[in-house]
């Protein structure tokens, strides 16, 4: 478990900061009276910090030869983001943040459990077990309990 809290502590890091990216997203599209707009700047300040991390890394251009051997669904995953992000900043003023992300990672959970389940998109298959089952249950049980 030791060598795991690093990556628990960074994957709880990542979840504060979903919630603090829609927050400002919702306030942004408020100000630009834009979801789209608002979800473009949200994409493009982070088009830019991907880019300077990637420099700062020094990190290689992939070659074309890579990118053509690439399966052309593995490139969709800008489109599922801006779904996100378009939902969150549309949903987020009418559900408030607490019922928006807890409905959010229900949804991740159950997705989640059927994509190991599976081994869908390459991810190592891993059955479903009755803890699993327990687990998305009370996350469910959480999602009714914390809406308003």
């Known amino acids: ?7 628990i ?7 504060i900061s979903i919630v603090i990216q829609q927050a ?17 700047a949200s994409y493009f300040v982070g088009v830019i910090c ?3 991390l990637a ?4 990190d290689p251009v992939p070659s074309a030869a890579v990118a053509s051997r690439i399966p052309w669904w593995a490139w969709s995953g800008g489109l599922f ?4 992000i378009g939902l ?9 943040a607490a019922t928006f992300i807890s409905v959010l ?3 991740q959970m159950l997705t989640s459990v059927a994509f190991d389940h599976f081994g869908w998109l390459g991810l190592e298959q891993r059955t479903v077990d009755l803890p699993r089952l327990i687990g998305a249950s009370l996350l469910i049980a959480g999602v009714i309990l914390i809406r308003r």
């Open 81 to 84: 983001g801006a779904i996100f």
């Open 105 to 107: 990672i229900a949804g």
């Open 55 to 58: 420099v700062a890394l020094r």
């Open 50 to 52: 991907m880019a300077v």
């Open 9 to 15: 502590t960074l994957a709880f890091a990542a979840g």
């Open 24 to 40: 400002l997203n919702a306030n942004l599209r408020h100000a630009l009276d834009s979801a789209p707009w608002s979800g473009f």
């Open 1 to 7: 478990m030791l060598n795991l809290a690093l990556p």
């Open 88 to 96: 969150a900043i549309y949903l987020i003023p009418i559900l408030g």
